[in-house]
């Protein structure tokens, strides 16, 4: 069965920590996204990458950087951490156009 | 730029009801269309996919059509159950990147 892991269900931080948000897939897919989804806001585009090493920023990158050292693995990044920022984070992969399989969310409170 | 506009919601049904989640898209050339559903506290699943004009995704009883002359990708099922309570999103995907345009979700209850 085809997974999407995210290394945390739910983190509470305190502001100005560095927050590192890890997903991996198993699907071997190019593709990688993170999200954040907020009530009344939908599903909005933090970062998404192509390939290893490549990224490019979606729609809401301020305060939001992403490695991708290997093809499997792509890790969001909150440099320092604000209360603005609690949210629940989605991790998803593809395989070119087709659909997005998606990890089962990280739910990040910062105090 | 792609857009997608779906039904507002919150849409509420009595079990074993008809089911339709209006979608409609704005996009140059043929893109690929899907739907996903979120249940409560987790992330989204895949649905149903159309790749190309008068395609039909269907999946656990949910069918939707590509009309590319009305520009829609409307969601159907002919009888809902109480376990079909969740949030619906309608996507669209231009390029190999994957990068998918989301509506802004419709959120259904099915009562007993």
């Known amino acids: 069965d085809v997974k999407v892991t995210q290394s945390s269900r739910y983190l509470v931080k305190r502001t100005g920590e560095k927050v590192f948000l890890e997903c991996v897939q198993d699907m071997d897919h190019e593709n990688m996204f993170w999200y954040r989804q907020d009530p009344g806001l939908g599903l909005r585009l933090i970062y998404f990458?192509?390939?290893?090493?490549?990224?490019e920023k979606g729609d809401i990158p301020e305060g939001y950087s992403v490695s991708r050292e290997k093809k499997e693995r792509f890790s969001l990044i909150l440099e320092s951490a604000s209360t603005n920022q609690t949210s629940m984070y989605l991790c998803?992969?593809?395989?070119?156009?087709?659909?997005?399989?998606f990890g089962p969310g990280t739910r990040l409170t910062v105090l | 730029g792609n857009s997608v506009t779906q039904m507002e919601g919150p849409v509420t049904l009595s079990e074993e009801a008809f089911l339709t989640i209006n979608c409609t898209y704005t996009a140059t050339g043929y893109p690929s269309l899907f739907w996903y559903v979120q249940y409560p506290g987790e992330g989204l699943q895949l649905l149903l996919k159309a790749t190309k004009a008068d395609d039909k995704g269907s999946n656990k009883g949910f069918e939707a059509t590509y009309r590319k002359e009305t520009t829609s990708f409307h969601l159907e099922k002919g009888s809902v159950q109480v376990s079909d309570s969740a949030v619906y999103f309608c996507a669209l995907v231009k390029t190999n990147a994957g990068k998918s345009t989301f509506g802004d979700g419709t959120t259904l209850t099915v009562k007993p």
């Open positions: 990458s192509y390939d290893v090493k490549m990224k």
């Open positions: 998803a992969s593809s395989f070119l156009a087709d659909g997005q399989f």
